[in-house]
């Protein structure tokens, strides 16, 4: 330049709180971002129907996990209970709309409302245990809730299950793959900014203040007590949406599919995804759901395997895929995204 000097970044700054907590760090990421969410608009026009339906549940189950995430990875409380949470928004929303006739698009959210309660209920423990205790108490909460799925018939039909009206809007039924895919796409995109907002907050800061080192946090003033609660409130909110995308997906809801198994494999989502990351529960949870179906297509291509060695292989996978992830890569898929955008950020000064 004539006259004048050009002036190459490298590295990141960041010299303020603000742009240290922004959601896009760069103007790249939030492009990438918007681009991801226009191709997905499209994505009924694309995809077939096999992709959206696993897109459909990537939505769902990500949701869900998220709830975990913010629960575990970013205020350091344990659950094992999580797939119960999810099946009472299945059967809530269900409820609501078959009992008041309350339209599904808002028994969806009036669901998350009602888990939340019944998450800050079982959250009552975490006040004064942690750790090991607070694991089991999780899983007790994992076991009485099943039991009232199995038994409470006016609420959840008992053994023979309850029916889950498809979404409707002003007449419309979003009752197949490509219009539920809106559906469960627009519960995504406002979750998702919900939950990176949440950890720009005062509240925010103080779940991950609570976990990171729980006295100084109380010497600051935080209210572990109250924090504590109030992340099993917002993880079970998280849960009850995801919990009633899914049932009025499927359309009707049975207390086979919330067992101990299901709550597993979400916290399977947050770690091989990454403790503490937004985006990494998105990852994570892909990764869960596509994983059976690349082990389904090894195995039919392999001669002489029958249907029940393919259902212990499916398990063997999910079980094999998290001791992988916490040796080799105890930080989850974020971090791995995170190494491979600096390298290309800092290029050819990546050391």
């Given at each position: 330049m004539a006259g004048g000097h050009s002036q190459m970044r490298c590295g990141e700054f960041r010299t303020t709180y603000k742009s240290d907590t922004t959601i896009f760090p760069t103007p790249m990421s939030r492009n990438f971002a918007i681009g991801a969410v226009l191709v997905m608009l499209a994505g009924p026009y694309i995809f077939d129907a096999y992709i959206l339906n696993l897109l459909i549940q990537i939505g769902y189950y990500g949701i869900a996990a998220l709830g975990l995430n913010i629960l575990v990875g970013f205020t350091g409380q344990i659950s094992l209970g999580h797939a119960a949470f999810f099946g009472f928004g299945a059967f809530a929303s269900a409820w609501l709309n078959n009992t008041t006739g309350i339209p599904v698009f808002l028994t969806i959210p009036l669901a998350g409302l009602m888990t939340t309660a019944v998450g800050m209920i079982v959250g009552i423990p975490a006040?004064?245990?942690?750790?090991?205790?607070?694991?089991?108490a999780t899983l007790a909460s994992q076991f009485i809730l099943?039991?009232?799925?199995?038994r409470a018939d006016w609420f959840t039909g008992g053994a023979y299950g309850s029916m889950a009206n498809p979404f409707t809007l002003f007449?419309?039924?979003f009752n197949t793959d490509e219009t539920f895919f809106y559906v469960v796409l627009f519960w995504?995109?406002?979750?998702?900014?919900?939950?990176?907002?949440?950890?720009?907050?005062r509240d925010g800061r103080a779940f991950v203040a609570v976990r990171d080192h729980y006295l100084s946090a109380e010497i600051m003033g935080i209210n572990l007590t109250k924090y504590r609660i109030l992340s099993f409130g917002v993880s079970s909110f998280y849960a009850g949406i995801g919990g009633a995308l899914f049932g009025h997906y499927l359309g009707f809801v049975s207390a086979e599919g919330f067992t101990i198994l299901?709550?597993?494999?979400?916290?399977?989502?947050i770690i091989i995804g990454g403790l503490g990351s937004v985006m990494g529960t998105l990852l994570g949870t892909a990764f869960m759901v596509l994983l059976p179906e690349v082990m389904e297509s090894i195995v039919s291509a392999m001669p002489s395997t029958g249907g029940e060695a393919l259902a212990y292989i499916k398990e063997m996978a999910i079980g094999l895929a998290i001791i992988l992830f916490l040796i080799f890569e105890p930080d989850g898929l974020a971090h791995r995204w995170r190494m491979i955008k600096s390298y290309w950020k800092l290029y050819p000064f990546s050391y």
């Amino acid at each position: 330049m004539a006259g004048g000097h050009s002036q190459m970044r490298c590295g990141e700054f960041r010299t303020t709180y603000k742009s240290d907590t922004t959601i896009f760090p760069t103007p790249m990421s939030r492009n990438f971002a918007i681009g991801a969410v226009l191709v997905m608009l499209a994505g009924p026009y694309i995809f077939d129907a096999y992709i959206l339906n696993l897109l459909i549940q990537i939505g769902y189950y990500g949701i869900a996990a998220l709830g975990l995430n913010i629960l575990v990875g970013f205020t350091g409380q344990i659950s094992l209970g999580h797939a119960a949470f999810f099946g009472f928004g299945a059967f809530a929303s269900a409820w609501l709309n078959n009992t008041t006739g309350i339209p599904v698009f808002l028994t969806i959210p009036l669901a998350g409302l009602m888990t939340t309660a019944v998450g800050m209920i079982v959250g009552i423990p975490a006040g004064r245990i942690k750790g090991l205790y607070l694991a089991i108490a999780t899983l007790a909460s994992q076991f009485i809730l099943e039991d009232f799925f199995s038994r409470a018939d006016w609420f959840t039909g008992g053994a023979y299950g309850s029916m889950a009206n498809p979404f409707t809007l002003f007449g419309f039924e979003f009752n197949t793959d490509e219009t539920f895919f809106y559906v469960v796409l627009f519960w995504v995109v406002v979750m998702f900014l919900l939950g990176a907002n949440l950890l720009r907050t005062r509240d925010g800061r103080a779940f991950v203040a609570v976990r990171d080192h729980y006295l100084s946090a109380e010497i600051m003033g935080i209210n572990l007590t109250k924090y504590r609660i109030l992340s099993f409130g917002v993880s079970s909110f998280y849960a009850g949406i995801g919990g009633a995308l899914f049932g009025h997906y499927l359309g009707f809801v049975s207390a086979e599919g919330f067992t101990i198994l299901l709550s597993i494999q979400f916290l399977g989502m947050i770690i091989i995804g990454g403790l503490g990351s937004v985006m990494g529960t998105l990852l994570g949870t892909a990764f869960m759901v596509l994983l059976p179906e690349v082990m389904e297509s090894i195995v039919s291509a392999m001669p002489s395997t029958g249907g029940e060695a393919l259902a212990y292989i499916k398990e063997m996978a999910i079980g094999l895929a998290i001791i992988l992830f916490l040796i080799f890569e105890p930080d989850g898929l974020a971090h791995r995204w995170r190494m491979i955008k600096s390298y290309w950020k800092l290029y050819p000064f990546s050391y």
